[in-house]
DNA sequence: TCAAGTTGTCTATTAACATAGACAACTTGA
DNA sequence: TCAAGTTGTCTATGTTAATAGACAACTTGA
């Protein structure tokens, strides 16, 4: 006897998709309580299992954890990112006490259009790998980037990235001890079908695009890349210089 | 056997949102034949039946429409929308061939804030009539708007745009007959949940969230607005000047 | 005319979604 | 200690989503 037009979202993601964006925007504290599950229910008008499968989502990202008895608690909130030149991943991912992860989904061989030559130094046309990661903070996927390195100075970086997954250990495999950022730009998108499914966002979702060119401490390109950040789940900070 | 994990997006809609952004960013042009349904099926890795449920949630706003032994056409893409300083919703729609409609979703009172009582010279605390609505092409909504007019010039406006559902007869009704947009400021955002809701979006979608200020012809502020569209169905075009 | 291909409409089955109620297990503060 | 409030787990029921197959109705082009 309902009627109601079904959205095709479930309830259950309508309402995770919410706390989130409450913790993302700063209404939940990390560390602080959340509403109990009855009241979450009210305010959503749902019932108080249609909550605990929306809380149960978030639990296992790690955003919230259920204590019985007490209440259901804030973990993560959105992460801070700092851009500047010595800009890890891993370290600001860390910084924030969250563990790092990196998972290779592809690398494969490509060659330079002229936007990638121009980057990394290279005539157009040559040989390039090309490694397509996906970066996460414990379990919240982050990032999903796409590398381009130099096949000749960086033979197998695929298979390599593949076991150290973290671009820094990848470059100290070759023995670049140190490197900086050089440039970074960016833009705002829609996230597309591909990206969505490995960021664990619905179509249609915002995602911050970083295009990025590391260099070793002589300003020789290293590698470039395109990143895709969730945007609700990473604040950019830029220091005053 | 399937063991997938559930996104709570159903699949139907995840199909829907691919074949919309495919005649947002024009994949597909209108006037042209769809793939089929067992093409579509087939690239979805998905049962026909789920793309004749993406489809009909397509058809029923519009966007596509189905013809028995032929083939599904589309109908609509995404709305060229001129900004200039002779802006009306209804006829840009019109131009394109839809039938613009509004639909009033509240008006109450309100008091001027520091930047509306700028937008509008009048002084802070002044009173005001807010109205929500709703614009639509044919069955889309495309853009939520938050207009301010002057309680003391525009007495019953609430009422007034209940029955004439358009700014421009509004306007009309206290026998303004020509007035321009002195100011635009274009910014983007994610949508929250109550315009989600009103723009038949799910959550986290880009909108276009638009700032103008209509002036009458002797340059005096007649009401202001905030208007937040879905991005993934208008085009703004700046012309040059 | 006819074969191939397309959309429309049935039936049937399984899994996921959503609601409802009851009670257990546990924490907290008075 | 104890009452109130919270999360965890169980059963039960109805709805929606998704798949599968079959065939009708229709269009198109050879």
Not at 224 to 239: G, H, P, Q
Request: glycine residues 6%; charged residues 30%; hydrophobic residues 40%.
């Amino acid at each position: 006897m309902s009627m109601q037009e079904s959205s095709g979202v479930a309830l259950w993601r309508q309402v995770a998709d919410g706390i989130e964006r409450g913790i993302a925007d700063g209404r939940f504290i990390a560390g602080e309580k959340l509403p109990s599950e009855m009241e979450i229910a009210e305010t959503y008008r749902v019932n108080r299992h249609t909550v605990r499968r929306a809380l149960a989502a978030l639990a296992e990202r790690g955003l919230v954890r259920a204590e019985r008895g007490s209440g259901t608690y804030v973990e993560a909130q959105r992460l801070a990112y700092p851009l500047h030149s010595r800009t890890r991943f891993s370290e600001i991912v860390g910084a924030g006490g969250h563990e790092p992860r990196g998972k290779l989904i592809d690398a494969r061989d490509d060659v330079a259009t002229r936007e990638i030559a121009r980057e990394l130094s290279l005539k157009i046309g040559a040989p390039l790998i090309r490694i397509e990661s996906v970066r996460l903070a414990d379990r919240t996927p982050i990032c999903v980037s796409t590398t381009w390195l130099s096949a000749e100075r960086f033979p197998d970086a695929g298979s390599v990235f593949a076991n150290v997954r973290s671009m820094t250990k990848l470059l100290a495999h070759y023995d670049i001890r140190d490197y900086r950022r050089s440039s970074t730009r960016i833009t705002g998108a829609i996230v597309d079908a591909t990206d969505a499914a490995r960021l664990d966002l619905t179509l249609g979702h915002a995602v911050l695009v970083v295009d990025s060119t590391d260099v070793d401490t002589a300003a020789k390109p290293l590698l470039t890349k395109r990143s895709r950040f969730a945007a609700e789940r990473v604040e950019f900070l830029i220091e005053n210089s």
